[in-house]
Antibody, heavy 122, light 106 residues
Framework: QLQLQESGPGLVKPSETLSLTCTVS??????????WGWIRQPPGKGLEWIGN???????YYNPSLKSRVTISVDTSKNQFSLKLSSVTAADTAVYFC??????????????WGQGTLVTVSS | DIQMTQSPSSLSASVGDRVTITCRAS??????LNWYQQKPGKAPKLLIY???SLQSGVPSRFSGSGSGTDFTLTISSLQPEDFATYYC????????FGGGTKLEIK
C-alpha cells in the first residue's frame, strides 16, 4: 500500500520560498510510469493543482503558478519536493502531495498525503 | 483554463435520500472528469474516474454519468458517512477542480 507524507515548515515569511517534501513509502518513486504531484487548498476553499513531475524529472506546472514553482524528485531518498518562491498571504494553504495515475488514458489522483498547513505571515 | 462549475454549492439531505450533484465544464472535456469526496481535515478520496468508472473499494451507491460538458454524481441512498464535501476535477487540459458541494445532514 502506497503511503505519502508531507513535511516542511508550517510558517513562511512573505517574499520567502516555501519548501515542502513528500516522502513515499510502500513503493519506489522511480518506478516506471509513475508521476507525482502537488495540490493545495486555502483554508475553507477549493482545490488547486500546482504541478506534476515524472519519475525521470519531466515537470508539468499550472500556468498560473509556473513562474514561481519548482518540483523535483530525489530517487535516492524516495522523495519529491515543492518549492514556491516569493510567497504572499494568498499562498497560505494546506498542501497535499499525491500520485497521479491513469487508466485507459484517463488520469486521476489515487493516493494522497494527509496534507500540511503552510501559513505565510511575518 | 477550463472552468468547472458545481451545483448546488451546498445541499441538505437525510439518510436514505437519493442525491445528485452536478458539474458543468466551460468547454467539452469528453469523459476526462473525476469525482472526489473530502471530509474535514482529511485528504480528498477518489470516488469516480473517467466520468463513470467506480474506483476500487468505493461503495456501489456512488455512480457518475455524463460526457462533454455536463456531469453528475449520484448517491443512491445516503449513509451517515457520506456527509462531506464533493469535488469534480477535469484532466482534459490544465487540471482544474470545481468549487465543491457541501453535503450536510438535514
Amino acid at each position: 500500500q502506497l503511503q505519502l507524507q508531507e513535511s516542511g515548515p508550517g510558517l513562511v515569511k512573505p517574499s520567502e520560498t516555501l519548501s515542502l517534501t513528500c516522502t513515499v513509502s510502500g513503493g519506489f518513486i522511480s518506478s516506471s510510469s509513475y508521476y507525482w504531484g502537488w495540490i493545495r487548498q486555502p483554508p475553507g476553499k477549493g482545490l488547486e493543482w500546482i504541478g506534476n513531475i515524472y519519475y525521470s524529472g519531466s515537470t508539468y506546472y499550472n500556468p498560473s503558478l509556473k513562474s514561481r514553482v519548482t518540483i523535483s524528485v530525489d530517487t535516492s531518498k524516495n522523495q519529491f519536493s515543492l518549492k514556491l518562491s516569493s510567497v504572499t498571504a494568498a499562498d497560505t494553504a494546506v498542501y497535499f502531495c499525491a500520485r497521479p495515475w491513469s487508466t485507459d488514458g484517463y488520469s486521476f489522483f489515487d493516493y494522497w498525503g494527509q496534507g500540511t498547513l503552510v501559513t505565510v505571515s511575518s | 483554463d477550463i472552468q468547472m462549475t458545481q451545483s448546488p454549492s451546498s445541499l441538505s439531505a437525510s439518510v436514505g435520500d437519493r442525491v445528485t450533484i452536478t458539474c458543468r465544464a466551460s468547454q467539452s472535456i469528453s469523459r476526462y472528469l473525476n469525482w472526489y469526496q473530502q471530509k474535514p481535515g482529511k485528504a480528498p478520496k477518489l470516488l469516480i474516474y473517467a466520468a463513470s468508472s467506480l474506483q476500487s473499494g468505493v461503495p456501489s451507491r456512488f455512480s457518475g454519468s455524463g460526457s462533454g460538458t455536463d456531469f453528475t454524481l449520484t448517491i443512491s441512498s445516503l449513509q451517515p458517512e457520506d456527509f462531506a464535501t464533493y469535488y469534480c476535477q477535469q484532466t482534459y487540459s490544465t487540471i482544474t477542480f470545481g468549487g465543491g458541494t457541501k453535503l450536510e445532514i438535514k
